[in-house]
């Protein structure tokens, strides 16, 4: 018979037995968790959306990924979730987002861009319309780049504002260390280089995105949709115009992705198709309305609109494609708000911000472009400028 000193000990021993089965137990099976392989046709939640699990041992800690969903209701559900801060003390990354219904032409060019940058700067995403074949297919840098919720899309739609959506919302989910988002058009080259933009992106406070107010359509455009279909959510005296291509800072990309009330009025079929082009208006539209002064009111991608085909800029041939005009764009002056910088501390005659991209290009004048790429495009001292 045990004493009645050792009894109680011998029952909280007997009681506590079970508990130490199931921590070891438990210890083992956490023992074999392992990441799934990364692979981008099924993205996964690195930031809000795992758990850490240690093991008795304290080794790293096991990341459980969950697949990005394919649907933009929950995809952009959980990108609105996201911490809109980098962790402190984190490299700053790029995500550059390519919007194309084509093969990407200058991807030549693009890879001599990011040839020899680490690639713990910066992230690639291409949204391809999934209907159509892509030949050549997307190789080097855009290999498996693709994101697996394209869906197609056209002019006078809706549908390329809800792929530029789609694209912030994967870079916020895919990497919690991407800081700038651009949206880049097959037609687009590079005419800095890749550390003259990282440098220049990754100092800025501010968004760079062209919002204008006042604009000759600018009634035409807010009708689009219908005489009143814009009220009472923006009316006519809050509607913005601007480029399609725009960067965004992380706190920007998530406003987006959290916004349900303002893309209701711009996710309309339009009756008015001359004037139907809300991937010029939401983004504008929305920033303006949420947070002017954290904005740069100007695109950092240089377009021509001396010349308006049918509702394109001016296209460069081969035979324009010389150094002088790489040049001549380089210098040429950002066009502003006109409004001052949005009411921001700074005033547009103060500002030079320097053109990092331009379009639209030929096709065909790949071949000029890449024999110019070592000595101008990607020389930043080139012609002084």
Not at 72 to 83: F, G, K, T
Not at 178 to 200: E, G, L, Q
Not at 301 to 307: Q, S
Not at 364 to 375: F, I, K, N, V, Y
Request: hydrophobic share 40%; aromatic share 12%; with cysteine.
């Amino acid at each position: 018979m045990l004493s009645p000193t050792l009894f109680p000990l011998f029952c909280a021993l007997f009681l506590c037995l079970p508990v130490a089965v199931i921590f070891t137990v438990q210890r083992e099976l956490t023992g074999v968790i392992s990441p799934p392989e990364f692979g981008f046709r099924s993205l996964s939640v690195f930031s809000l959306y795992s758990r850490n699990v240690p093991d008795a041992s304290s080794s790293p800690v096991v990341r459980i990924r969950q697949p990005i969903p394919k649907e933009d209701e929950p995809l952009l559900r959980l990108a609105s979730r996201v911490n809109p801060n980098l962790p402190p003390g984190s490299t700053r990354k790029l995500a550059f987002m390519y919007l194309t219904t084509s093969p990407l032409p200058f991807a030549p060019l693009w890879e001599k861009f990011f040839n020899g940058s680490s690639k713990n700067l910066y992230n690639v995403y291409v949204h391809a319309d999934p209907t159509r074949e892509y030949d050549p297919p997307f190789s080097g840098v855009f290999l498996n780049r693709v994101i697996h919720s394209s869906k197609p899309s056209m002019r006078h739609t809706p549908t390329l504002t809800a792929a530029a959506r789609r694209l912030v919302a994967h870079a916020l989910l895919d990497d919690p260390l991407n800081y700038m988002f651009a949206v880049i058009s097959p037609s687009c080259v590079p005419i800095r280089s890749f550390d003259f933009t990282y440098k220049t992106l990754v100092s800025s406070r501010k968004s760079f995105i062209e919002i204008l107010k006042d604009e000759p359509w600018q009634f035409d455009r807010w009708t689009a949709t219908g005489s009143h279909a814009m009220l009472p959510e923006v009316k006519l005296e809050e509607f913005r115009i601007g480029s399609q291509f725009w960067v965004l800072k992380r706190r920007h990309a998530r406003v987006v992705a959290r916004d349900r009330r303002i893309w209701v009025k711009f996710n309309k079929t339009c009756v008015r198709e001359d004037s139907c082009y809300p991937e010029e208006s939401y983004f504008s539209t929305l920033l303006n309305m949420r947070d002017p002064r954290g904005c740069v009111p100007a695109t950092l991608t240089h377009v021509d609109w001396t010349v308006n085909d049918g509702g394109h800029p001016r296209m460069y041939e081969p035979e324009e494609v010389v150094p002088e005009l790489i040049l001549r764009l380089r210098k040429t002056r950002p066009r502003y708000g006109e409004d001052g910088i949005n009411g921001s501390e700074w005033s547009a005659v103060e500002r030079m911000d320097p053109f990092l991209f331009a379009r639209k290009f030929s096709p065909e004048a790949l071949e000029p472009l890449l024999g110019m790429a070592q000595t101008v495009l990607f020389n930043d001292s080139a012609g002084g400028v």
